[in-house]
C-alpha cells in the first residue's frame, strides 16, 4: 500500500494525465469519423498550457479544447496540479486548511456541449486534494434537452454496476448528484443526474481504485451516448430548445458550482474554469 503522500500525488496526477489523452483520444475519434463519413474537414483539439503563477513554482494545467466542431458545439478536457495557500477567507471552508492552509490540488475536468441536440451535454470531474488531510472527489452527469428514458436508463446502470463492483453506495452518490445539480431559484434539477462524490478518505487504495473507475465508466457511457445518436437529424426548433436548457447549465455554473468556485479562489485559470459553459445559449 502507498503511504508516503509524496509518492501518492505522483501516481493520482499521472492518472488524471493519462485519462486527459484517451479521453481526447476517444472524442476526437467522434469528431473525425463524423467528419469523413460526410466528407467534411477534420478537427483536432487545440492544446493550451497555463501556469497558476509567474513568479512561484506553483503548478498549473495543461486543457484540449474543439469549438464549433461537427458533434461537439464546444468540448474541454481540463488537467491541472497546482499548490498554494488558501486565503484566509477561503481557508475555513476547506477541510484541514483552517490552521494549516497550505494545498496540493490535482484533478481532470471533462464538459461537452454537443452540436446536435439529441445528444445530452456531458460533465465529469475527479479531483485528488492535499491540505492537512487528504481525500478523492468527483462525479458525472448528463443534461439532456429532451427526455430519452432508454439513455437515461442505459446510463443509470453502467454507473450503478460500477459503484457495485466496488462496493460503493450508489443511491447514496445518485441523491448526492440530484441534490447538488439543482437550481434553488429555478425549483428544478440540472439534468438526469449521475453520481456525486466528496471526501473520500477511508482507504486511499480503495479509493483510488473507484477513481480509476469512475473515468472508464465515463468514457465508455459518452462513447456510447453520443455515437447512437450522432447522425441523427433535428430540427431548428430542437436546436432553439436546446439553446434554452443550456441557459439553466450556465446558470449553475456561475451560482452554485463549488468546482468554479474553488479554482477562481486559488487562482486557477479561467479560461480553463469557464470551459463549462456553452458557446451560445438563449434565455426566455
Not at 486543457?63 to 461537427?70: D, E, L, P, Q, V
Not at 447538488?180 to 428544478?188: G, Q, S
Request: hydrophobic share 35%; net charge positive; glycine share 8%.
Amino acid at each position: 500500500m502507498v503511504k508516503d503522500i509524496y509518492f501518492k500525488k505522483k501516481i493520482v496526477r499521472n492518472w488524471f494525465y493519462l485519462l486527459q489523452q484517451m479521453i481526447c483520444f476517444e472524442f476526437e475519434k467522434i469528431e473525425n469519423d463524423f467528419a469523413r463519413k460526410n466528407k467534411k474537414k477534420l478537427n483536432f483539439f487545440k492544446k493550451k498550457t497555463w501556469k497558476k503563477s509567474i513568479i512561484k513554482n506553483e503548478g498549473g494545467g495543461t486543457f484540449f479544447r474543439i469549438k464549433n466542431g461537427h458533434v461537439f458545439d464546444s468540448v474541454g478536457v481540463n488537467f491541472s496540479e497546482v499548490s498554494g495557500k488558501f486565503s484566509d477567507k477561503f481557508k475555513s471552508q476547506v477541510l484541514g486548511a483552517e490552521k494549516k492552509p497550505n494545498y496540493w490540488a490535482s484533478g481532470i475536468s471533462v464538459v461537452a456541449h454537443m452540436k446536435n441536440p439529441k445528444i445530452p451535454a456531458l460533465h465529469f470531474n475527479t479531483r485528488f486534494i492535499v491540505t492537512t488531510k487528504n481525500w478523492f472527489g468527483g462525479g458525472m452527469d448528463a443534461t439532456p434537452s429532451f427526455s430519452d428514458k432508454k439513455e437515461e436508463i442505459f446510463f443509470h446502470n453502467k454507473i450503478k454496476k460500477m459503484c457495485i463492483r466496488h462496493g460503493e453506495n450508489y443511491l447514496k452518490y445518485k441523491k448526492w448528484c440530484d441534490n447538488y445539480f439543482y437550481l434553488p431559484h429555478r425549483k428544478e434539477k440540472r439534468g438526469i443526474g449521475g453520481i456525486f462524490f466528496d471526501y473520500k478518505r477511508s482507504n486511499w487504495k480503495k479509493d483510488f481504485s473507484f477513481i480509476r473507475s469512475s473515468g472508464l465508466c465515463f468514457v465508455d457511457c459518452a462513447k456510447s451516448i453520443i455515437r447512437k445518436k450522432m447522425y441523427s437529424l433535428w430540427t431548428e426548433k430542437q436546436k432553439n430548445d436546446q439553446l434554452i436548457k443550456r441557459s439553466r447549465y450556465i446558470e449553475f455554473n456561475l451560482l452554485y458550482d463549488r468546482g468554479t468556485k474553488f479554482g477562481l479562489s486559488t487562482g486557477g485559470n479561467v479560461e480553463a474554469i469557464l470551459m463549462s459553459l456553452p458557446p451560445t445559449a438563449k434565455w426566455k
